[in-house]
């Protein structure tokens, strides 16, 4: 974990987010062997398996191109409370209308399917904990999540300097050293310390992405990643603060951040990846000050 000072951190990333949706410029990759995976998860009532198989079968994803199958899958992941399937149940359901000569529904999503009560973190840590995993690079180790099949977001900081990379993920709810998969790098940002690594055969189910311009002050918020090596962690916070100018944004949380979860996931009440754990400022008069990369940025690397 890097220590650094306030006036460091606030020149640390160089970003810009737009109110693009991330899914407009990253689409998952999906092979025959995920879609087996995300049916399996699905029809066990997981709300992410369920939003990507409904992806899969809007954009003809390896299986054949499905609107009713997609409304499915998209309908019974947005009644749990997943807003971005939500949002694309909408879109479906108002093109048929259109199509049919019917006028379209103006109701927004978040009357559609009003938001789920905050989950406590022992729900959101079993929602979200099989996409978090333990990166190793040799001589020290961090954390990732998996945003699409087979790839993984971490910080650079984290993987540099290593001699191999390699990935543990996470079965049963704890780090399985056994389950060893090498990784290769697929994109690095140093400017903004976003790394993505290619893991063939991980499995891992992908985080689901909320765009940064939804996120506001003073929402719960939780980190989950591996502190120090043990087995993942879930901390318990508020977004402080969104820290934008013209050309710089992340979130500031002051949920514990510790060295060993840099690269871990920020995620808010609904269980939805709102960032990538990157910096804590660490001094004897500073408290609960640590810095999430916006995930839907990372999404567009």
């Known amino acids: 974990m890097k220590k650094i000072s306030l006036i460091l951190?606030?020149?640390?990333?160089?970003?810009?987010?737009?109110s693009t949706p991330a899914s407009a410029?990253?689409?998952?990759?999906?092979t025959s062997r995920d879609i087996e995976i995300l049916r399996s998860r699905a029809e066990q009532g997981d709300t992410v398996s369920q939003y990507y198989l409904g992806y899969a079968y809007a954009n003809g994803k390896i299986v054949a191109k499905d609107e009713r199958e997609a409304v499915r899958w998209y309908r019974q992941a947005a009644q749990q409370g997943h807003a971005e399937a939500a949002?694309?149940?909408?879109?479906?359901?108002s093109s048929q209308r259109t199509s049919a000569g019917k006028?379209?529904?103006?109701?927004?999503?978040?009357n559609a399917f009003p938001a789920m009560k905050p989950q406590s973190a022992a729900n959101i840590f079993e929602k979200v904990w099989q996409s978090v995993v333990v990166v190793y690079n040799g001589n020290g180790h961090g954390s990732g999540v998996v945003i699409q099949p087979n790839v993984v977001a971490t910080n650079c900081h984290v993987v540099n300097q290593g001699s191999s990379i390699v990935v543990h993920k996470s079965v049963n709810r704890r780090a399985d050293r056994n389950s060893v998969f090498h990784a290769a790098m697929r994109h690095v940002d140093q400017e903004r310390d976003i790394c993505l690594l290619n893991v063939n055969g991980l499995q891992g189910i992908p985080a689901t992405v909320r765009r940064y311009n939804t996120i506001r002050v003073g929402e719960r918020v939780y980190a989950l990643g591996a502190p120090y090596g043990y087995n993942l962690s879930i901390s318990e916070g508020i977004v402080s603060q969104?820290?934008?100018?013209?050309?710089?944004?992340?979130?500031q949380t002051d949920a514990a951040i510790s060295p060993g979860s840099s690269g871990g996931g920020l995620f808010d009440g609904d269980g939805n990846l709102i960032g990538i754990?990157?910096?804590?400022?660490?001094?004897?008069?500073?408290?609960?000050?640590?810095?999430a990369i916006p995930a839907d940025l990372v999404l567009r690397q």
């Open 9 to 18: 951190v606030l020149g640390f990333i160089v970003l810009h987010v737009t």
């Open 25 to 30: 410029t990253s689409e998952p990759i999906y």
């Open 87 to 93: 949002r694309r149940l909408q879109e479906i359901e």
């Open 103 to 110: 006028p379209a529904d103006n109701v927004s999503v978040a």
């Open 242 to 251: 969104l820290r934008t100018d013209s050309n710089n944004s992340w979130i």
């Open 277 to 291: 754990m990157t910096v804590k400022i660490s001094d004897e008069s500073v408290e609960g000050i640590g810095f």
